[in-house]
């Protein structure tokens, strides 16, 4: 997260790519509530989750065993976002490792 911190202090702006890349490595490194933190931190600066965000966050959660908030967060998605197979196959892989 410093990393993003030095960004929004140069010239450059945060995008959700760079966002995406860091929710990803957040959540790689079990570090879901962090990941979740930075998810919010984007919205509030405007900054609309896509596809990859949702979908790194359901890995996240998968990652440590949080399989309903998995399937809540896609349900939460598919309110605004149209889902693509990444999400799904995320999901059930998910599922299967339970």
Do not use: R
Not at 17 to 41: P, Q
Not at 61 to 82: D, F, R, W, Y
């Amino acid at each position: 997260m410093q990393v993003l911190n030095k960004i929004e202090g140069s010239l450059v702006k945060p995008d959700v790519v760079m966002y995406n890349t860091i929710i990803d490595s957040l959540g790689k490194d079990k570090l879901v509530n962090d990941a979740f933190n930075l998810y919010s931190e984007m919205i509030v600066k405007g900054i609309s989750p896509d596809v990859i965000t949702y979908t790194t966050l359901v890995n996240s959660l998968c990652i440590v065993g949080h399989l309903k908030e998995a399937i809540a967060l896609l349900n939460e998605m598919l309110k605004s976002i149209i889902p693509n197979v990444c999400i799904f196959s995320t999901l059930i892989d998910g599922l299967c490792k339970e």
